[in-house]
Structures are given as C-alpha cells and as structure tokens.
Nanobody
C-alpha cells in the first residue's frame, strides 16, 4: 500500500493551494480516505475525509474554505484549499482508515506554510 501526497508549498494569507494524494495497493472501499494535518507543536487533526458512502466530512476550522474531491478512476483524493490563513500552516498527510479507527495507512506528508 502506498499513498503519495504532493502539492504543498509557501503561500500568502488569502491564497490557495491544491493538494493531491494518489493511492495504490488498496481499494477506496472500505476505507475512509482523506486529509489530516499536524501544525507545529500540536497533534495531528482531521482536515477533510470521504466516508464510505461518499459523503464529505470537514474539520470545523476549514469548513467553507477547503473542498475535498476524489477521482475514483485515478484513485486520487484532492484537497482544494482557499482563503488560507497562517493557522493552516502544518504538515498535511493523506490517510486511509477503516471506519471508527485512526488511519492504518499514511502518505509521507507535505508541508504547507501560510505567511501573514
């Protein structure tokens, strides 16, 4: 199983970034797939995930600014991040979890830095 994340970088506050994660070696079903992040000095937190029924779930701090989408044919999950704020600075990880569990599989992480 391999998750490959890409798309991080440095952006000014108010800007946008797009993260992509490609999955290989596993089927989307039965996993919950999506994005998590770990800000400096803090614990990892949920950003946005797709449940098995296809519904999207967002962390409170990103609702209305971030959008998760997926391409089943390409087995990739995209995170479009708009109106970025410095508090969004973190290492972003894509992950795959069985429902009710923390992710069993993680991508390598991609750094997003938002300058004020």
């Amino acid at each position: 199983v391999q998750l490959q994340a890409s798309g991080g970088g440095l952006v000014q506050a108010g800007g946008s970034l797009r993260l992509s994660c490609s999955f290989s070696g596993l089927m989307f079903s039965p996993y919950v797939v999506g994005w998590y992040r770990q800000p400096p000095g803090k614990e990892r937190e949920l950003v946005a995930t797709f449940a098995r029924d296809g519904s999207a779930n967002y962390g409170d701090s990103v609702k209305g600014r971030f959008t998760i989408s997926r391409d089943n044919a390409k087995k990739s999950v995209i995170l479009q991040m708009n109106v970025l704020i410095p508090e969004d600075t973190a290492v972003y990880y894509c992950g795959a979890a069985l429902p009710g569990f923390t992710p069993q599989y993680w991508g390598q992480g991609t750094l997003v830095t938002v300058s004020s």
